[in-house]
């Protein structure tokens, strides 16, 4: 991170397009790592709420060393999709999930955008090849979907195809993990990409589990933050597992707990998001919620990342002095 980002992938001037809540957090993010950035949004109070967003989140992105304390924000919002992406070498498309939409804005951009700008879409599950459709020239459309929040959340989950040109990727990565990103590889296409899979095979099980009346739905939430999902923020679930299998490691797991998982799997619910299904939710969160408005349950989650996130890195330093040879 540096003032003024001279950045060997030749990204110095990012476009985010669409300032939600993923287009907020990206712009806060780039504009902290010293890009220029522009914003665009079809809505005429873009300008204050990317105002009100970096003000919330400048004390984090310090606190995580992702923007310095002196960091003035080059954000330029506009209401002219032309004068956002005309220079902009990356351009970070996060309007609404959409397919039509995203093709028609497509359409709109490609005559304005850089022919060596590289175009990102932050879409959560829909395939490259459909998104390439909106463009004449499909080679610099990319998949580079975050985690909500993208300042905070390190993933990146990124995906290219035999039509996308051979620079695009590799400058990507540099890109986001300039920006203080973890980046993955997708190597071939799958709806939802990898990381909302997981989420969605999750979800799926949890909405079953309150649905068939197992354990109160902020128990079930327990369970995994409490549980299994404290480790998944140090190891994912293979590595994990490996240890669960003793010195035999993972093909131990897999012998001892093979004919379990079979079991356990073919019991697993399908459940569908029925309106019946959402009152059951909604009505078992109020009990979680217990008051908590939006801004303090994004405040206290916020607050919990930055937590969790500095002492993996304190954590990460400390092993790496560890290796260093004494002199
Ligand atoms: N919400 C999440 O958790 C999440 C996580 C990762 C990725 N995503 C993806 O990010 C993208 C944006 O999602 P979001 O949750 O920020 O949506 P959002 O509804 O919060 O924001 C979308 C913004 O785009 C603007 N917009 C709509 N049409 C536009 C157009 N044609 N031109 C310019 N601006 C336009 C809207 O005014 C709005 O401000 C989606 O593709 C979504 O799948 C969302």
Redesign the pocket.
């Known amino acids: 991170m540096s003032e003024r980002n001279e950045c060997a992938e030749g990204v110095a001037t990012v476009a985010v397009?669409?300032?939600?809540?993923?287009?907020c957090s990206w712009a806060a993010l780039f504009a902290a790592s010293g890009r220029t950035v522009y914003v665009?949004?079809?809505?005429p109070d873009a300008g204050s709420a990317i105002d009100a967003f970096w003000a919330s989140v400048k004390p984090t992105l310090i606190d995580l060393g992702l923007a310095n304390p002196e960091t003035r924000p080059d954000l330029r919002v506009t209401d002219s999709l032309k004068e956002a992406v005309a220079t902009a070498n990356l351009i970070q498309e996060?309007?609404?999930?959409r397919l039509e939409?995203k093709l028609q804005?497509y359409r709109s951009m490609e005559l304005h955008t850089k022919r060596d700008a590289i175009v990102a879409t932050?879409?959560?599950g829909f395939k490259l090849s459909d998104l390439q459709a909106g463009w004449s020239a499909p080679d610099r459309i990319i998949i580079a979907?975050?985690?909500?929040p993208p300042h905070l959340i390190p993933l990146v989950e990124l995906y290219a195809n035999e039509q996308t040109a051979k620079d695009v990727l590799p400058r990507a990565t540099a890109f986001y993990e300039s920006c203080g990103k973890v980046t993955i590889t997708l190597e071939r296409e799958v709806l939802a990409h990898v990381a909302n899979r997981l989420q969605a095979a999750l979800w799926r099980e949890a909405i079953w589990l309150v649905a068939e009346g197992v354990a109160s739905l902020k128990d079930i939430d327990t369970a995994v933050s409490a549980g299994p999902g404290l480790r998944w923020a140090v190891m994912g679930p293979h590595l994990l597992l490996n240890l669960g299998g003793g010195e035999g490691g993972l093909r131990a797991y897999c012998e001892q707990f093979r004919d379990s998982y079979h079991h356990w799997w073919d019991d697993l619910g399908t459940p569908k998001l029925t309106d019946a299904t959402i009152d059951k939710l909604v009505s078992g969160l109020r009990d979680e919620i217990n008051g908590r408005d939006y801004a303090e349950l994004r405040r206290e989650r916020d607050a919990k990342l930055v937590a969790v996130l500095r002492a993996l890195k304190s954590q990460s330093s400390q092993s790496k002095a560890s290796l260093q040879p004494q002199s």
């Open positions: 397009i669409g300032a939600g809540l993923i287009g665009y949004d079809s809505r996060c309007i609404p999930e939409a804005l932050s879409s959560s979907h975050p985690f909500n």
